[in-house]
């Protein structure tokens, strides 16, 4: 058996580890992502079926009208029910946002339900704006009776 084989594998595995950065806690934590939304993990859902959900996003460089839709959706049920759509601003800045809306009667109940928020640009493209997606976020969240 030849000795060649085995030492030009070990000395590329050698040159591969030395090319690897170690992570040490020195490090900086990375940075903020620059687009982002987030879902709180509690949404309300109130007596005449009214759900009010909400969370956070941040976006940047829109040069259309920019929302935060958001829809849920219950059960193992394919069905997804668009709560309301707060305009949005974007500076980069995180800021808060807060949907609501009334789905049809008894389609939803206080329990886990699987929320998802996007922020969307109108993009002026011609005659006619196209959407532009800046983040999506996609959780289970608890409703609760308000």
């Known amino acids: 058996m030849s000795l060649r084989p085995a030492l030009t594998a070990a000395v590329g595995a050698a040159l591969l580890l030395l090319a690897v950065p170690a992570a040490s806690a020195a490090d900086p934590a990375p940075a903020p992502a620059a687009e982002a939304v987030t879902v709180d993990p509690a949404g309300g859902i109130a007596a005449?079926?009214?759900?009010?959900?909400?969370?956070?996003?941040?976006c940047?460089?829109?040069?259309?009208?920019?929302?935060?839709?958001?829809?849920?959706?219950?059960?193992?049920?394919?069905?997804r029910y668009g709560i309301g759509g707060s305009r949005a601003v974007c500076d980069g800045l995180e800021h808060r946002w807060v949907n609501t809306g009334k789905p049809m009667p008894g389609s939803l109940?206080?329990?886990?339900?699987?929320?998802?928020?996007?922020?969307?640009?109108?993009?002026?493209?011609?005659?006619?704006?196209?959407?532009?997606?800046?983040?999506?976020?996609?959780?289970?969240?608890?409703?609760?009776?308000?």
């Open 109 to 146: 109940k206080a329990g886990t339900a699987r929320v998802e928020a996007t922020v969307l640009e109108l993009r002026p493209q011609g005659l006619l704006p196209l959407p532009e997606f800046h983040a999506t976020q996609q959780q289970d969240v608890t409703l609760v009776q308000r």
């Open 60 to 79: 940047v460089n829109s040069t259309g009208p920019v929302f935060v839709a958001s829809s849920i959706g219950q059960d193992s049920s394919t069905v």
């Open 48 to 58: 005449d079926g009214t759900v009010t959900l909400s969370g956070t996003y941040r």
